[in-house]
Nanobody, 127 residues
Framework: QLQLVESGGGLVQPGGSLRLSCAAS????????IGWFRQAPGKEREGVSC????????NYADSVKGRFTIARDNAKNTVYLQMNSLKPEDTAVYYC????????????????????WGQGTQVTVSS
């Protein structure tokens, strides 16, 4: 059974940093592309980033390019999202999701393409 668990969320001041983790169990994550999504209050869930199975190809939403970095450690079955220069508009519940494909492609934000989802972790950026 594919299971994903996010961690690392919390309250941070504007300009601060957080690192989210997505731990996979019940399957070998290295065979899955992993995406990060977020949902702010009153808004639809949106794709933030995605990483290929090898980690060699990454995708980012324009709103986070240059500030967020996605990485993976297949030996630990874990994917990370390093978030720097955080802004209040980054406040959301962040989810990771697994997709049975090598590369994310330009459609990485299409939720229906993903096979498993985590429960989410809250990130709040506020002074």
């Amino acid at each position: 059974q594919l299971q994903l668990v996010e961690s690392g969320g919390g309250l941070v001041q504007p300009g601060g940093s957080l690192r989210l983790s997505c731990a996979a169990s019940g399957f070998t994550a290295e065979y899955y592309a992993i995406g990060w999504f977020r949902q702010a209050p009153g808004k639809e869930r949106e794709g933030v980033s995605c990483i290929s199975t090898s980690g060699s190809v990454t995708n980012y939403a324009d709103s986070v390019k240059g500030r967020f970095t996605i990485a993976r450690d297949n030996a630990k079955n874990t994917v990370y999202l390093q978030m720097n220069s955080l802004k209040p508009e980054d406040t959301a519940v962040y989810y990771c999701a697994a997709r049975s494909t090598y590369y994310c492609g330009t459609a990485y934000s299409a939720e229906y393409l993903y096979d498993a989802w985590g429960q989410g972790t809250q990130v709040t950026v506020s002074s």
